[in-house]
C-alpha cells in the first residue's frame, strides 16, 4: 500500500524566512513523488514532479530514498506563496499510475 | 484552451435524495480520475477511467456511488440516496496518455452538501 504523510497542517513564516515543507512516503517500490498547490480561490495545480528535477517559483524538492522524504524547500518565502501545499505519490497500480495525495500543509506567509 | 469543467459547482442535498455530478475532461485525455476531499483532508481516490472502461473503483466507498464514462470523454458520478457523511468536495482529474510523470489537471470541484 501507498501512502504519503505531511504532518504539518499548518506552517508560518514571516516574509523572506526559509520554507520547509515536509513530506514522507510509504511505497515499497520506485514511486514517482510530486508538489501540488491550490492557491486561494483557484484550483489544485501542479508545482513541480521529482524527476523533472527543476525549480519552480523558487521552490525545489529532493527525492530522499533512505528517509523516504519528499520535502518542498524555498529560501525566502513571499507573500503569494500562501497557500495548501499537497505532496503526491504516484506508483504502479492495476496496470495504471494510482496517484495518492497527502493531508495538505497550509502555508502562511506573513507580511 | 480550455481546462477540466465540473458542473454544478455547488449542489445542495437533502438526505436521501440522489445526485449526479459531472465532469468534461480535456479533449483527448484518456485518463480521468474522481477524488473525495472531505473538509480539511486531502483528495482521496474514488475512481479511475481509461477512456471508457472504468479500471478501478476500488475507492469508492460503498454500492451507493456509480461512476461512468460511456463515451470515453465526459463522465459522471452517481450518489444514491445521500447521507451526511457524502459531504465533500468532488473533484475531477483527467491526464494525457503518456508515462507515470504526466501530472494530472483538476477541475474546480463541485461542493456537496448533505442536510
Known amino acids: 500500500a501507498q501512502r504519503v504523510t505531511q504532518p504539518e497542517k499548518l506552517l508560518s513564516v514571516f516574509k523572506g524566512a526559509p520554507v520547509e515543507l515536509k513530506c514522507n512516503y510509504s511505497y515499497s517500490g520506485s514511486p514517482e513523488l510530486f508538489w501540488y498547490v491550490q492557491y486561494s480561490r483557484q484550483r489544485l495545480q501542479l508545482l513541480l514532479r521529482?524527476?523533472s528535477r527543476e525549480s519552480i517559483k523558487g521552490f525545489t524538492a529532493d527525492l530522499n530514498k533512505g528517509e523516504t522524504s519528499f520535502h518542498l524547500k524555498k529560501p525566502f518565502a513571499q507573500e503569494e506563496d500562501s497557500a495548501m501545499y499537497y505532496c503526491?505519490?504516484?506508483?504502479?497500480?492495476?496496470?495504471?499510475?494510482?496517484?495518492?495525495f497527502g493531508i495538505g500543509t497550509k502555508l502562511q506567509v506573513i507580511p | 484552451g480550455a481546462g477540466v469543467s465540473q458542473s454544478p459547482r455547488y449542489k445542495v442535498a437533502k438526505r436521501g435524495q440522489d445526485v449526479a455530478l459531472r465532469c468534461d475532461p480535456i479533449?483527448?485525455?484518456?485518463?480521468l480520475f474522481w477524488y473525495q476531499q472531505a473538509l480539511g483532508q486531502g483528495p482521496e481516490f474514488l475512481t479511475y477511467f481509461q477512456n471508457e472502461a472504468q479500471l478501478d473503483k476500488s475507492g469508492l466507498p460503498s454500492d451507493r456511488f456509480f461512476a461512468e464514462r460511456p463515451e470515453g470523454s465526459v463522465s459522471t458520478l452517481k450518489i444514491q440516496r445521500t447521507q451526511q457523511e457524502d459531504s465533500a468536495v468532488y473533484l475531477c482529474?483527467?491526464?494525457?496518455?503518456?508515462?507515470?510523470?504526466?501530472?494530472?489537471?483538476f477541475g474546480p470541484g463541485t461542493r456537496l452538501t448533505v442536510l
Open positions: 482529474a483527467s491526464s494525457p496518455p503518456g508515462g507515470p510523470y504526466n501530472e494530472q489537471f
Open positions: 521529482h524527476i
Open positions: 503526491a505519490l504516484s506508483a504502479l497500480s492495476g496496470g495504471y499510475q494510482k496517484v495518492t
Open positions: 479533449s483527448g485525455h484518456v485518463s
